[in-house]
């Protein structure tokens, strides 16, 4: 792999409508885009999405711009790889930045997969040729949450999932199970619960749900095995897991019994198709989280969720969900509820350069 220059671009666009969690509301998502051109001028990209203040994890565009630039591309330039494994082996030296390192190695997968003329889905043994679609509604009322809900439906989504709160939970979720009794429906706490509200928690049990994700601290894996002993609704975890080694711990102390994966929170395509083939042998299902990214990490999920262990529909929405006009071309589009795995080389979408010009902050490059 004989790497010729990285580009680095910030891009910042408005979302459709807010996105409202008990821990604030993201109106403008700004992101880092990461172009790898090899020797050949072939590019492979990547996409950063920590968000611009640390709400969901410690990392931020800011700080992972300082990792991108002044440690993990010194990084590269010194130590030449062949593999895109060997880039989460020498990542590894680094302590977390785990978004910062999955920027800039699933632009590393990207490359080597179009490099090879190969989808990227199969080069990491995607057996997918379709993926279940999910979406996420984040609203404080009930009222909007019906609307959006009735909406979605319409576009096809085949599962839905509420952010709930100890100020929106019980008479909320009542509200969606009684329009609709049958709907695959999911919560999202974000770490809004401690095991103080544990009655209030099992209260939530009556409603059916396909499971509860992170319900407790953000960091924990020990009191999440204690709630999950005294509920029925299956433990999702999501902020806790930013490792293998994480999900391993979780699955031996019952932490949970799902898994959300999510390639920037777990530093990378390499990490997180670890997690899913330890999951996957031991039946534990997984589903691809979101982060409100745009094209290039949507791809880069749409590549991982086709392997076998995504048995569930997860958060990978249409462009549209968030976006007027997404940075790939053509935009992800969720047909009778379902998303074509694309079978071009490498992400399988082009690249919308208008789009990434417009909505441009900055720019770098470094040559190699
Ligand atoms: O907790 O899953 C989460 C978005 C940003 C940060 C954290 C989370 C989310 C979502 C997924 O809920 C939204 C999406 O991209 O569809
Ligand atoms: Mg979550």
Same mark, same amino acid.
């Given at each position: 792999m004989k790497i010729a220059s990285i580009e680095l671009f910030v891009i910042q666009m408005p979302l459709k409508s807010p996105f409202l969690t008990h821990l604030g509301a993201v109106n403008d998502r700004e992101g880092i885009i990461v172009k790898v051109t090899n020797t050949d001028g072939l590019s492979g990209f990547g996409e950063g999405v920590a968000f611009s203040t640390p709400w969901y994890t410690e990392e931020t565009v800011a700080t992972? @711009?300082?990792?991108?630039?002044? /440690?993990?591309? %010194? @990084?590269?330039?010194?130590?030449? /790889?062949?593999? %895109?494994?060997?880039?989460s082996q020498l990542f590894s030296s680094i302590r977390r930045n785990n978004m910062a390192k999955a920027a800039l190695e699933t632009a590393i997968w990207d490359l080597d997969a179009k490099s090879h003329s190969e989808p990227l889905s199969k080069m990491i043994g995607g057996t997918r040729e379709i993926i279940a679609s999910g979406v996420v509604v984040a609203t404080d009322s009930t009222a909007k949450a019906l609307q959006q809900i009735e909406q979605y439906l319409e576009e096809g989504y085949q599962r839905v999932k509420v952010k709930i709160n100890p100020n929106q939970d019980y008479s909320f979720l009542a509200e969606i199970r009684r329009h609709y009794p049958d709907l695959p429906l999911m919560a999202d706490a974000n770490s809004a619960y401690t095991l103080k509200d544990m009655d209030h928690l099992k209260a939530l049990d009556e409603f059916n749900l396909l499971m509860i994700e992170q319900p407790l601290a953000h960091d924990d894996i020990i009191e999440h095995a204690v709630l999950q002993k005294e509920i029925q609704t299956p433990i999702c975890l999501d902020e806790s897991i930013v490792s293998f080694d994480d999900a391993r711990k979780a699955i031996e102390f019952g932490s949970c019994?799902?898994?959300?994966?999510?390639?920037?929170r777990v530093g990378g395509l390499y990490e997180a198709k670890r997690i899913h083939d330890y999951c996957y042998e031991r039946g534990i299902p997984v589903w691809s989280g979101g982060m409100i990214e745009f094209g290039i990490s949507r791809a880069h999920n749409i590549a991982l969720a086709s392997l076998p262990g995504f048995s569930i529909p997860g958060d990978i929405s249409a462009s549209s969900r968030f976006w007027e006009e997404d940075i790939i071309a053509p935009d992800v589009t969720v047909e009778n509820g379902y998303i074509t795995v694309p079978k071009a080389p490498g992400i399988g979408f082009e690249i919308n350069e208008k789009r990434i010009q417009e909505t441009l902050l900055s720019k770098r490059r470094f040559a190699f």
């Open positions: 992972s @711009l300082h990792m991108l630039k002044d /440690i993990l591309i %010194p @990084l590269l330039q010194k130590h030449p /790889i062949n593999r %895109p494994e060997e880039a019994k799902v898994i959300n994966i999510k390639v920037g």
